[in-house]
């Protein structure tokens, strides 16, 4: 096995992605276009984006890491205009794109254009959530997103099976399809649920750090794998699994939620990285297909179908946010309004990403007579435009989009007033508790060193406090900030002395890989302070 074009896509793309950070453009955009670039590049291996690597080996830890970063109580919150989005609006999708498909091609069987619509209605979790981060949406709107591009995936997928199904020749119905829906969803929530709790207890009570690792990189790839298994739901297995873990991280020892934090940041700016940067490899593949199609012809296909997918998102979207408010005195009562500009951003944030171009490839060639496909390279390039069109157009001007309409920003003061609130309620029961510990005679402490601990509740109850006040006027820094920037000073110095004795054979590299461990540990408490 040659492992140069998997090391060249890597590199290449963490590299691109790396730098996209100097500049405006969102990461996914410049990946994408870079891809394209490259694509035609003599010398350039050929990238065959493979569904049966794409589903079960990077779309899990794309999903994890999304829905564990994400909160459970916010998208309980939002349940009901998440379901409306990763359910309602991909079906919904499905039906009109694929009916205005059959309408645009000459030719083209009702079943074949269905199956194009459910390979371009789930928007995409990786591209989602990627511009949301970059353009700092309201938090509402974030959340809807997030959760939607969570799980439409498991309606698409279910959707495109029964698609697929009905045009090869299976005799697929209605009623099968609804009822393989449901299998697969209550199917992929159940294994979620059970195997939650168990894999949360071993996360719980493995102490050795190399196994703890292990089982968090296995964690996602194990319940997508029982789950498909089980011809459940894989997607919703891992979601419900990463919602739970991450909703009950704080029972996880600070050492393991440290090294797998940083471990997962890596995994996913590397599978992100090189997803997007896949997608730009996929034209010379697409194009080589379309055979008798023309240029021209395969364009006005393109744009036509682009378009009714972007106006199919805005149809749904607005009676999907206001129509419930009007119907209903419990929406009403438990949800705050929409907005039309909130309505608006959702609506235009609907970028199609690689699970659709991953499904697009797994449609099969033959039918079941052994007849081609009908239309299979017409259907792969239309959803590889629709792909890059909705990344190019709408990635593009999401940003200046939402600056135009001027979103209310959030209030720095407030967030560090209530997280100010928030640690004094914490400081004060700490302290009651120090006392409770320090009356046992099991616990005597040398008062210097009970003093320390007063003083270090003392000082992470201030802290906050201090950046509602004056900043320095000399360096233009707060009280907090001086303070921390003075700890990693001496940390630093700390650490030269350190490495000095060891080169100078005082003590041996064991020794200093545990000074510097300890060392670090605390600078990483400073540094996520400062963030």
Do not use: C
């Not at 739901?233 to 050492?255: I, K, N, P, Q």
């Not at 972007?310 to 999907?320: K, L």
């Not at 007033?417 to 046992?440: F, K, V």
Request: aromatic share 8%; net charge neutral.
């Amino acid at each position: 096995m040659d492992v140069m074009p998997l090391l060249l896509l890597v590199a290449g793309s963490t590299a691109v992605a790396g730098a996209a950070r100097r500049t405006p453009v969102p990461a996914p955009l410049l990946l994408v276009a870079a891809g394209l670039a490259v694509s035609y590049v003599p010398g350039v291996p050929a990238y065959t984006l493979d569904p049966g690597v794409v589903l079960p080996l990077l779309l899990p830890p794309l999903l994890h890491t999304s829905a564990i970063d994400s909160s459970y109580l916010d998208l309980r919150a939002q349940l009901r205009p998440v379901a409306l989005l990763s359910v309602g609006y991909v079906l919904f999708a499905t039906f009109v794109v694929g009916w205005a498909a059959y309408l645009i091609v000459p030719g083209l069987p009702l079943t074949a254009a269905l199956v194009l619509g459910a390979v371009v209605a789930p928007p995409d979790a990786v591209a989602a959530t990627a511009v949301a981060r970059r353009v700092g949406l309201p938090s509402r709107i974030t959340t809807i997103l997030q959760g939607e591009s969570l799980l439409n995936d498991a309606t698409a997928i279910t959707a495109y099976k029964v698609a697929v199904a009905a045009a090869v020749g299976e005799g697929a119905t209605w009623a099968g399809g609804v009822e393989e829906f449901l299998v697969a969803a209550v199917g992929g929530v159940g294994v979620g649920l059970v195997l939650m709790a168990p894999l949360h207890w071993l996360r719980t009570h493995l102490r050795e750090p190399l196994l703890q690792n292990t089982l968090s990189l296995l964690i996602p790839f194990v319940a997508y794998g029982v789950a498909e298994q089980l011809h459940a739901s894989g997607v919703l297995a891992v979601v419900t699994v990463a919602l739970y873990l991450g909703h009950r991280a704080w029972e996880v020892d600070f050492a393991t939620r440290l090294q797998e934090e940083a471990v997962w940041k890596m995994v996913a700016f590397v599978l992100e990285s090189s997803v997007f940067a896949l997608i730009g490899l996929q034209l010379p593949i697409v194009l080589r297909g379309l055979g008798r199609h023309t240029g021209a012809e395969a364009a006005w296909y393109a744009v036509a179908v682009f378009l009714v997918v972007v106006a199919t998102r805005f149809v749904w979207v607005y009676p999907a946010a206001f129509l419930p408010r009007l119907l209903s005195r419990r929406v009403r009562a438990r949800e705050e309004n929409p907005t039309w500009r909130g309505a608006m951003v959702t609506a235009w944030a609907g970028m199609r990403g690689v699970v659709s171009l991953a499904i697009a490839f797994s449609i099969p060639a033959t039918l079941h007579d052994g007849e081609p496909f009908p239309r299979h390279s017409l259907l792969l390039f239309l959803t590889f435009t629709t792909v890059i069109g909705t990344l190019v157009v709408q990635g593009l001007t999401l940003p200046p989009l939402i600056r135009l309409l001027r979103f209310p920003g959030r209030s720095a003061q407030a967030e560090t007033l209530a997280e100010a609130n928030a640690q004094a309620q914490a400081s004060r029961a700490a302290e009651q508790r120090l006392e409770e510990l320090l009356q046992d005679e099991r616990n005597a402490l040398p008062q210097p060193l009970a003093d320390r601990l007063r003083t270090v509740l003392e000082r992470r109850r201030d802290s906050v406090w201090e950046r509602l006040g004056q900043a320095n006027p000399v360096t233009g820094e707060s009280v907090d900030d001086t303070y921390r920037r003075l700890s990693r000073e001496m940390i630093g110095t700390e650490r030269e002395v350190f490495v000095r004795l060891r080169d100078g054979r005082y003590i041996d590299d064991e020794m200093l890989r545990t000074l510097l461990r300890r060392l670090d540990l605390e600078e990483a408490a400073a540094y996520r302070e400062a963030a």
